[in-house]
C-alpha cells in the first residue's frame, strides 16, 4: 500500500524549534515533489513549503520564509521541514503530501492540493505564546 507518514509534531513555546519528517511507505520520495501542508482550527488547508524530485528547487509561503527548511534525505526515504522561530499562528496540523515529478507546472502550481496524489494523517504542532 502506498501512503506517507508524518511524525515529529508536539507542543512548544513560542521561539522553539521541532523538526517534521516525512516517509514514504510504497513509494520512493526522492522520485516525487514532496509538500508540506497546515491547517488550523475553522481554517482551510494551506500550502507551507515543498521541495522537488531532484532537490534542486525548494518553495516556501511567505509566511513561513526565512524560519522554516525543507530537506530530502534520500537514504532514509524522507523529507524533513525544521521549522524555527515558531510562533503561536504556527498551530496547525501539517500534513505531508507527495505527487509526480517531472511535470511542467512544478513552480507555478507547487501550493495547489489539487495536483497532490497521496497525503499522510498529519501531525499536530501547537506552539504556545
Known amino acids: 500500500q502506498v501512503q506517507v507518514v508524518e511524525s515529529g509534531g508536539g507542543l512548544v513555546q513560542a521561539g522553539g524549534s521541532l523538526r517534521l519528517s516525512c516517509t514514504g511507505s510504497?513509494?520512493?520520495?526522492?522520485?516525487?515533489?514532496v509538500g508540506w501542508f497546515r491547517q488550523a482550527p475553522g481554517k482551510e488547508r494551506e500550502p507551507v513549503s515543498c521541495?522537488?524530485?531532484?532537490?534542486?528547487?525548494?518553495y516556501y509561503a511567505a509566511s513561513v520564509t526565512g524560519r522554516f527548511t525543507i530537506s530530502q534525505d534520500v537514504d532514509k526515504n524522507t523529507m524533513s521541514l525544521r521549522m524555527d522561530n515558531l510562533k503561536p499562528e504556527d498551530t496547525a496540523v501539517y500534513y505531508c503530501?507527495?505527487?509526480?515529478?517531472?511535470?511542467?507546472?512544478?513552480?507555478?502550481?507547487?501550493?495547489?492540493?489539487?495536483?497532490?496524489?497521496?497525503w499522510g494523517q498529519g501531525t499536530q504542532v501547537t506552539v504556545s505564546s
Open positions: 521541495i522537488n524530485d531532484r532537490a534542486s528547487a525548494t
Open positions: 510504497g513509494l520512493y520520495l526522492g522520485a516525487w515533489n
Open positions: 503530501a507527495a505527487r509526480r515529478s517531472g511535470i511542467s507546472y512544478e513552480g507555478r502550481r507547487w501550493g495547489d492540493l489539487t495536483t497532490y496524489d497521496y
